[in-house]
């Protein structure tokens, strides 16, 4: 497989959104609830001057009271496992909110991102990301 590289990344959407909702108690002091709200789409992840295209997935949570600090846009990480990416990028919750009916709809196809060099943990820092999609 060709190494990662830093730079303009493309995606696209190849299949359907799969939603997630939930609630999971957090041990204290205090004991907290804490929501969570993400979805997860396959897609395929195309890299500069369109090298080649890893097989993967894109995960948009909605952020937690909890976490509060965004320092990158998103990361990028390879899997241990499979010749595939994940990708994780970072909204608001109303961003989120917006998101979610086009996803729903199948409107947003095309994404693009950039991929920051490498960092310590083995990730790749997203520093932008963007998508978009027709009016409803």
């Not at 979610?100 to 409107?107: D, G, K």
């Not at 196809?109 to 990301?129: I, L, Q």
């Amino acid at each position: 497989m060709p190494p990662i590289v830093a730079g303009e990344w493309r995606g696209e959407i190849v299949g359907s959104a799969n939603v997630n909702f939930g609630q999971v108690v957090q041990p204290g002091p205090p004991r907290q609830s804490v929501e969570f709200t993400y979805v997860i789409l396959p897609a395929s992840l195309i890299m500069p001057n369109a090298a080649f295209r890893w097989p993967g997935i894109v995960m948009i949570m909605a952020p937690t009271a909890m976490k509060t600090e965004h320092p990158d846009a998103g990361v990028l990480f390879q899997t241990e496992e499979l010749p595939s990416l994940s990708l994780s990028l970072d909204v608001t919750r109303a961003q989120f909110s917006d998101m979610l009916p086009r996803f729903e709809a199948h409107r947003i196809k095309d994404f693009f991102f950039t991929v920051e060099e490498r960092d310590a943990k083995g990730r790749w820092p997203v520093r932008s990301w963007g998508m978009g999609t027709a009016s409803l």
